[in-house]
């Protein structure tokens, strides 16, 4: 493995209309194929668009939860014979049914139309209209076969890059790259955050955005690696992209990444876990308690 290419599928979805957003997405990942691209991710919960349903309104919850899909639904194996098709990696975002209320999931197909890895957001926003769903309960890693060698990928949506621990995590797992599907403004503040979440642990991470009126685009990737071999400071930025819809190309240098890696002090090099009890202890103390929050 030398070189992995990230597609950022930066779109504008056309609402909660499946179908075209699944024959929209079909499009992109044709151009990133065409690109050379070894994975194609989508923005996040790309079947409906990232939309939600008016709480004033009866029966429109009821209505936003009946569009929720399962693995085995046809917008779903429609881009496992995608990536057959294509021979390229698919991380595509969809409202997952689940028992109780649906769940924001990304699935990374394999080039060969497989499920690599599945993956419920963890970290939902609670304190709005995301509180609707089932929060994911464990962070993954795969092994994923492309044509240029495998690498370890893990995964995240959105507000899980707000907490350190999701990294961190995937980290842990053995994660080389973590994608990231996304539905906010990506402004300085969560851009630097993102860069620091791939400086900490020594992974890529790669992160696309809709591109549409509500979000602002600017997917964006890090390559982790900010340090050259005689010790300079380099800037970790793969890619950034404007606000125009887009499919943009993050390559990766894996063989440097694992180089750097082995070397260097971040990661799990010199971690004190011994000292860390307090980061799993369940208990909130004011100014941090939120009536709404899920533990």
Known sequence: MTILRVALLQLAAHGAHQTANRDKGTDACRQAAAMHADIALFPEMWNIGYTFFDRDTPGAHAAWAAQAISADDDFVTHFQALARDLNMAIAITYLETWPGSPRNTVALIGRHGDIALTYAKVHTCDFDLESALTPGDDFYVCTLDTVRGEVRVG????????????????????????????????????????????????????????????????????????????????????????????????????????????????????RKPSCYGLLTAPDVAPPFVRASARR
């Open 155 to 270: 995964a995240m949506i959105c507000m899980d890059r707000e907490f350190p621990e999701s990294a961190r995590i995937l980290m842990l797992k053995g994660a080389e790259i973590i994608l990231i599907p996304n539905a906010c403004d990506m402004e300085t503040n969560r851009t630097g955050q993102l860069q620091t979440r791939a400086y900490e642990n020594m992974t890529g991470v790669a992160l696309a955005n809709y591109a549409d009126a509500r979000m602002n685009g600017h997917s964006v990737a890090f390559d982790g690696i900010a340090f050259t071999r005689d010790e300079k400071s380099r800037n970790t930025l793969v890619i950034e992209a404007g606000e125009r819809e887009g499919v943009f190309l993050a390559e990766f240098d894996i063989h440097l990444l694992r180089e750097y890696r082995q070397r260097e002090i971040w990661g799990n090099a010199f």
